[in-house]
């Protein structure tokens, strides 16, 4: 069973930020030769997460760099679908910012360079690597700092989905411009690891007042139909992409939330063609023209567009590069010691809900415990009658059954499930509230009728004052029994017609409660009835007001 929610929360809660920046070793900015890929993130022997802080101060704390906005264009997606191919295209973008022609692409028999790639089946990225070098470039006349990021496939048979879905999750909380890379169109798979990209990205992310999405690129790969490509094509297959997704509510909630934002795009690009697929150098002579045009167009954008999207925290301030590697380093400490507690698409729904249905039980219980306590003394009682307090509990346990059908993820019949569970539980605790509600209320009333009994009969004066004092008292000694009548009634030394108009009122007050619990047991005897009953329980006046 996948470990609750609650659990991952208050241990990133209980870390602390500050905490884990000063256990992170402070490294001195090396002096390693720029313009080269290096490994930021990777996994040890026993399979853990583990940050090259020597590799992170030498990018974001370089002296051009620390006191600058940073944007970090990061790429996910499955194995082998071209994600280092296309990042060392926009590296060559990167650094021909000024050139206005084609001439940045190369020559055309130019070998493709920079992260390491090949044609092929077996992964080449390992982990999450950045691009050492930063590109300046200017954004409304202020410097913004460019890196790029690779990481490692999301679906990589050799890697645990733990760790491939964390390598994601964590190249998303690194980076503001995010690039979805996907195979021919979304896939199921493609949204189901999305999923778990953003739960993990998020329950990790808020610690560190970092949104996981700020903004994203869905690019879809060998785009066959129709032939509309580029974002023109692409905008129109994201509106169908939402529809589709509007149909199945609750499904992957988290990534429609995403697709629906106005910092989403999409990008559709043609088959590259056989020549450069089957081609060992990635030269531009092998790409089909079309590809080439469409890669010309989305590197220009990519050049235009990247400065405006800098690295933001909660409160939407750009942070320079020294305060990005501080947040990088926290959240490092906690990736390690983070468990996602599921392995699978299913797990993570199921997690979730199970999750969400204690939310909902919690909040229902801090009801009847806040009802309780308005309810505690004899004039707060005497305020709501148990029938306006059952009404008031089924109306409560209706909006959160609501409310946990609007939240739910998944299919039907463990909506069932988990409903009928939550259903019961709230049955369980109004049932024990009301029945402790109801012997409270009695003898609240049976309270009331022992004034009111000495104010009719007791005697003028400070008589009377005495005899309701003494007969408050003795309501009390009435759950308690006869000798602490007697006592309690001595003690406040109220006068005999006091005492008499007392015992009058509590019969009274008993009266009035004897006939409200008949009512309410003749109610139950009859659900037709209980209904009508409901309807006109809003004129069953309250003993006080």
Known sequence: MAAPQTEIVSKIIGIGICDMVNEVEKMPTPSLELGQPVQLVGLDENGSLYLDTEALNSCLEQEEVKDTPICLISIVGEQRQGKSFLLNFLLRRLKNLAVTDNSWLGQEDEPLTGFEWHPGNKSITKGIWIWNQPFLVLDENEKVALFLIDTEGSMAIERSKDNGVKLSAFSMLLSSYQILNLSHNLKDPDLEYMEMFLYIAKSVGHQFKLKPVQHLDLLVRDWFCPPTYGFQGGQVYLH???????????????????????NTSCYLMPFPGKALVMGTEGTIADMDDDFRGFLKDYGNHIARSAGMHVQRNQNNEPLTGIELADKIKALSELMKQYHTGFSSPTEMIYTFNQNNNKMFQMKFKKFIQKQDEISRSMLGSL???????????????EKLLQQFRDSFQGDEPHQTEFLTCLDSYQKCEAKDFLEDYRRRFKSSAIKAGVAIGVGAVGLAGGAVGAGIAAALLAGEAIVLGTGATFAIGTVAGASTFGLIGGGVGAGVGSCMWDSKDNDNKNDNDDETEEEQEEENVSDEKSLIN
Request: avoid cysteine; hydrophobic fraction near 25%; proline fraction near 5%.
């Open 240 to 262: 169908d992409i939402i529809q589709t997704l509007e149909g199945q509510p609750n499904r992957y909630s988290r990534s429609l939330e995403i697709f629906k934002s106005t």
């Open 383 to 397: 305020r709501v009658s148990p029938n306006s307090m059952t009404k008031r509990l089924k109306e409560k346990q």
